[in-house]
C-alpha cells in the first residue's frame, strides 16, 4: 500500500476529534483532500455528502452539529469560487457559536503570490470569519498540530476555523511523528473538559436573588437545550413562566401553560406581556438580540446563565453572572431555591396563553386567498411526531414557525438564528437527516428561498434519499409569488409600497419540479385540502414537497403594535398597496392591518 499522503493524515486527524462527516464539493484546489476523503469512505472511516453549492457545505456542516449528529462540523471546497461560496455557511456557524473546521483549498505552494488563476488571500478572506485561527499549511510536519488547534479551538471557543492547503501539499507524503527535537510540537487529539458549574457563592448570590422575586420570567436560549428536566423544575421551583428564544424553541412543550413561546418580533404576545411585568428575569443560554422585547432596565433584577462569561451581560444589566453549563448550573442551583411562589402569577400567564392561542386560531382561520399560511402551518402541530426534525428558512416561516407550531422536548428544531440567512432551511433539513438518517425531517421553506438554493437541494435529496432507514422528508414551500418578509417589513416599517419588481417571486409548480426528481409532489391550493395534503406527506415512503399556495398578503404582525408601525402601514394603504388593502383581518382584532385601516379611516374622515 502506498505510504499515507498529507490529506490522509489530516482525515484521521479529524476523525480523532469525532469530525467524519465531510460535506463538500471538488475541485483541484482541494483534489488531494478530496482523494482522501475518498480512501477513508471506502474503508468505512469518512462519509462524503456532495452538495450542489458550497453554501450548503457550510451550513450542513453547522446544521450537522446543531441536530447533534458530529461533535464538529467539517467542510471542504476548493480555491478561490469554492471558498468565496462556503462563506454565508460559516458565518452562520459563527454567530450561532457552533464549531466548524473549512477545509480550503489553495493554489500550490509553487504559484502562490503569482496571481494564479483561483489564488485568493484566503488568510485575509478568512481572518474575520475564521479569525480565531485561520491557517495555511505549508510542510507536512504540520498537520497534526494545525488539525489539532484547528479542532480544539473551534470546539473550545464554539466557533469557525479554517486550514488552507495548498494543492502540492495535500499529496505530499504525511509526516505522521514528527522528531522530539526544537522547533517541534507534539500535540493531542483530546477535547478539553466541558464546562462545569460556577463557584458556590455565586449560585448563592443568584439563588438569593431569584428567591426575592414575586414574578419571575425565564428566557431560554439555545444553550438550554438539553436542560429541559432541569429547567422545568427550576421554572417551577420559582413559579415562573419561560419564553424561549428562537433557537431553543424545542427545549419546553409549547403547549404548557406557564411557556409563552416565542419571543421578540416574531414572538408571540405572552411572551411580551410576561417580560413587561415580570419583576426577575433569568436568562438561560440565550443573548436574545430584540432588546425592546426585555424588561425596562430598571424594571427586574437579573441572573444569567452562559458557557461563554463574555455573554453576559450583553442584553441585560445583570446582577449575578453564573458562567457554566446550563444543565449542571441549573441542578446546583435548584437545592438552593425556596421561594414561595405566588399561583397568581402562574395564573396570569395561563390566561394571556388562552387568549393567544385563542387568536392564533382566529388569525389561522381568517380567510385567504387562496390559502392562509397560517392554518397550513398548525396543521402541522399535530402531524410531528415525537422524533421530528424541523428545519426552517428565513422568511414569514420564520414568524408562523415561531408561532404556529407547537414543538415538545424531543424534537429537533433549528435554523440560522442569527445571521438570519435565506437559504439555509433545505441545508438544515439535508443535515438533520444525515445526523439521523432513522427519523423524519420537516423544512418550511419560503418560494423566494427554494428559489435560491432549495430546489437545487432537492436534487441532493433526489441523490441520497434511498440511503436513509427513513424516508420521509417533508418539505412544505411557502409559494405566495413574493418576498413577503421583507414586503412586510417595507410596509411596517417604512411605510413604503413595497416595489413589485424587487418582491415579486416567479410562480413556479414546486411540486411538479419534485416529480420530475422522482420524488413526491403536491399542489394545496384550499383549506379543505389541508388535513390530506399533510397526512399524505407525513405518510409517504419518499421525500414530498408540498407546495402550498398561500396568501402574501396574510399579514406579519409583530406581537405589540407601535403607533409608528400601524401609521407605517397606514401610509403604505394610503399610498395604494393593492397587497395591504387585501390584508385579512376577518375575525383578527389586533391586527396590524386592522389597526392601520382605523387610522386610514380616521387619516380621511371616515
Ligand atoms: C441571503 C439573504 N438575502 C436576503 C435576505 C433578506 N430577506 C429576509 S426574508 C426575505 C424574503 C424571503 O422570501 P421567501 O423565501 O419567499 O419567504 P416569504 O417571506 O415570502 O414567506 C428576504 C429577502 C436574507 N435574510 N438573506
Ligand atoms: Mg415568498
Avoid at 469525532?18 to 469512505?41: E, K
Avoid at 424587487?502 to 416529480?515: C, H, K, S, T
Avoid at 390530506?532 to 407546495?547: C, G, K
Wanted: proline fraction near 6%; glycine fraction near 10%; include cysteine.
Amino acid at each position: 500500500m502506498s505510504s499515507p499522503t498529507v490529506g490522509d493524515h489530516l482525515v484521521a486527524r479529524l476523525g480523532r476529534w469525532g469530525a467524519r462527516r465531510f460535506y463538500g464539493y471538488p475541485g483541484d484546489g482541494i483534489g488531494g483532500v478530496i482523494s482522501a476523503v475518498g480512501r477513508a469512505v471506502e474503508k468505512g472511516d469518512a462519509e462524503f455528502v456532495q452538495v450542489r453549492h458550497e453554501e450548503t457545505a457550510g451550513f450542513a456542516a453547522t446544521a450537522d452539529v446543531k441536530y447533534g449528529g458530529s461533535p464538529l462540523g467539517v467542510c471542504a471546497v476548493t480555491s478561490g469560487p469554492g471558498a468565496v461560496h462556503v462563506l454565508n455557511g460559516l458565518y452562520d456557524a459563527k454567530l450561532d457559536h457552533i464549531p466548524v473546521v473549512a477545509l480550503l483549498g489553495q493554489s500550490a505552494t509553487s504559484a502562490l503570490g503569482t496571481s494564479y488563476y483561483q489564488e485568493l488571500d484566503l488568510v485575509r478572506l478568512f481572518g474575520d470569519v475564521a479569525g480565531e485561527f485561520v491557517f495555511q499549511v505549508t510542510d507536512p510536519s504540520q498537520v497534526q498540530h494545525a488539525v489539532d488547534r484547528a479542532a480544539r479551538t473551534a470546539l473550545e471557543r464554539r466557533t469557525v476555523t479554517a486550514l488552507i492547503l495548498p494543492s502540492d501539499v495535500q499529496d505530499a507524503d504525511a509526516v505522521l511523528e514528527v522528531p522530539h527535537a526544537h522547533g517541534y510540537t507534539h500535540t493531542s487529539a483530546v477535547p478539553g473538559s466541558l464546562p462545569g458549574v460556577p463557584r458556590p457563592e455565586a449560585l448563592q448570590q443568584a439563588a438569593d436573588l431569584l428567591n426575592a422575586g414575586r414574578k419571575v420570567a425565564i428566557l431560554a436560549g439555545a444553550g438550554a437545550l438539553g436542560a429541559t428536566a432541569e429547567l422545568t423544575a427550576v421554572a417551577d421551583a420559582l413559579g415562573a413562566g419561560v419564553a424561549k428564544a428562537l433557537l431553543g424553541k424545542a427545549v419546553l412543550d409549547d403547549t404548557l401553560d406557564w411557556v409563552t413561546g416565542a419571543i421578540g418580533l416574531l414572538g408571540t404576545r405572552p411572551s411580551y406581556d410576561l417580560m413587561q411585568e415580570c419583576d426577575t428575569l433569568l436568562m438561560i443560554g440565550t443573548t436574545m438580540p430584540y432588546t425592546e422585547y426585555y424588561p425596562e432596565p430598571d424594571q427586574a433584577r437579573a441572573v444569567q446563565i452562559d458557557v461563554d462569561g463574555t455573554r453576559c451581560g450583553l442584553r441585560y444589566p445583570t446582577e449575578v453572572n453564573l458562567v457554566g453549563d446550563a444543565r449542571l448550573t441549573l441542578q446546583a442551583l435548584l437545592p438552593l431555591l425556596h421561594a414561595e411562589p405566588d399561583p397568581s402569577w402562574r395564573e396570569k400567564i395561563a390566561r394571556w396563553n388562552t387568549a393567544w392561542r385563542a387568536w392564533g386560531e382566529e388569525r389561522a382561520n381568517a380567510a385567504a386567498k387562496p390559502l392562509n399560511p397560517e392554518l397550513v402551518v398548525r396543521g402541522l402541530s399535530q402531524r410531528l411526531t415525537d422524533d421530528a426534525m424541523i428545519a426552517v428558512d428565513c422568511g414569514t416561516a420564520t414568524s408562523w414557525y415561531a408561532r404556529d407550531l407547537d414543538l415538545r422536548p424531543g424534537m429537533l428544531a433549528s435554523l440560522s438564528g442569527t445571521l438570519l440567512s435565506m437559504g439555509g432551511g433545505m441545508p438544515y433539513a439535508l443535515a438533520a437527516k444525515h445526523a439521523h438518517p432513522d427519523r423524519p425531517v420537516l423544512a418550511i421553506v419560503g418560494d423566494g428561498a427554494m428559489q435560491m438554493n432549495g430546489i437545487n437541494e432537492l436534487i441532493t435529496v433526489a441523490q441520497r434519499w434511498r440511503t436513509w432507514s427513513d424516508p420521509r422528508f417533508v418539505v412544505l414551500v411557502l409559494n405566495n409569488r413574493d418576498l413577503s418578509f421583507v414586503a412586510w417589513e417595507a410596509r411596517a416599517m417604512q411605510g413604503e409600497v413595497p416595489f413589485d419588481a424587487a418582491m415579486d417571486v416567479p410562480d413556479l409548480p414546486y411540486g411538479r419540479y419534485a416529480e420530475l426528481l422522482g420524488l413526491g409532489g403536491r399542489r394545496l391550493e384550499g383549506p379543505g385540502e389541508v388535513d390530506a395534503a399533510l397526512d399524505e406527506a407525513f405518510a409517504a415512503r419518499r421525500p414530498t414537497v408540498v407546495d402550498a399556495v398561500v396568501d402574501p398578503a396574510v399579514p406579519m404582525i409583530p406581537p405589540h403594535v407601535s403607533l409608528q408601525q400601524v401609521l407605517g402601514t397606514a401610509k403604505s394603504q394610503l399610498r395604494g398597496d393593492p397587497a395591504a388593502r387585501d390584508i385579512v383581518v376577518e375575525g383578527a382584532r389586533e391586527t396590524i392591518g386592522a389597526a392601520a385601516r382605523a387610522v386610514v379611516r380616521h387619516v380621511k374622515g371616515d
